[in-house]
């Protein structure tokens, strides 16, 4: 059996304590590209919440008109969160690095996760979120999970046709 299977991640209320006591996050792995995920939850977080954003990929240098950083530790700050879009190989070595900075929570975005983290997040002191949606937690505590098309009414899977 995997640690991950016999992990169990904070609870709803535990999600939303983080997310209300957090102030500021960083995205590892922001993407410049519109069609990506990290892209959506950068532009969400950064109009429809009170968070200090920050960018962090080494190939980029802007993003939705901010400083993209190279690595978290040329952050001008410890962001609370560190929010997470790389491959789960990846996801140790950031971690390390986070809980070093300071950060108090680790969060891996939806379909992300690794079972290596949870006794390392634990040894070195940080929470950890792993496969959950930032953008959504966020949306579904603060009412909007209609944005974008969540929570539309539409019940069916078929597209509407245009009048």
């Given at each position: 059996m995997?640690a991950?299977?016999?992990?169990?991640g904070p609870?709803?209320?535990?999600r939303?304590r983080?997310?209300?006591?957090s102030?500021?996050?960083a995205?590892?792995g922001?993407?410049n590209?519109k069609?990506?995920?990290?892209?959506f939850?950068?532009?969400?977080?950064k109009?429809s919440s009170?968070?200090k954003?920050y960018?962090?990929?080494?190939?980029?240098?802007?993003?939705l008109?901010?400083p993209?950083y190279?690595?978290l530790?040329d952050?001008p700050?410890?962001?609370d969160?560190v929010?997470?879009f790389?491959?789960p190989?990846?996801?140790?070595?950031i971690l390390?690095?986070?809980?070093k900075?300071g950060?108090?929570t680790?969060?891996?975005?939806?379909g992300?996760?690794n079972?290596d983290l949870?006794p390392?997040a634990?040894?070195?002191g940080?929470q950890?979120?792993m496969?959950?949606c930032?953008?959504?937690?966020h949306?579904?505590?603060?009412?909007?999970?209609?944005?974008?098309?969540f929570d539309?009414?539409v019940?069916?899977?078929?597209r509407a046709?245009?009048?």
């Open positions: 995997s991950e299977s016999n992990w169990e609870s709803a209320k535990d939303l983080i997310l209300q006591e102030q500021s996050i995205i590892v922001a993407s590209n069609a990506r995920a990290s892209y939850v950068a532009s969400y977080l109009t009170h968070y954003v960018f962090v990929n080494p190939m980029i240098d802007e993003l008109g901010d993209v190279k690595s530790a952050l700050e410890v962001p969160i929010d997470v790389r491959k190989s990846d996801t140790p070595a390390e690095e986070a809980a900075l950060s108090k680790f969060w891996l975005q939806l992300i996760s079972d949870p390392l634990e040894k070195l940080i950890l979120v496969n959950r930032i953008k959504i937690e949306a579904r505590f603060h009412g909007g999970l209609h944005l974008a098309g539309t009414g019940i069916s899977a078929k046709k245009a009048e």
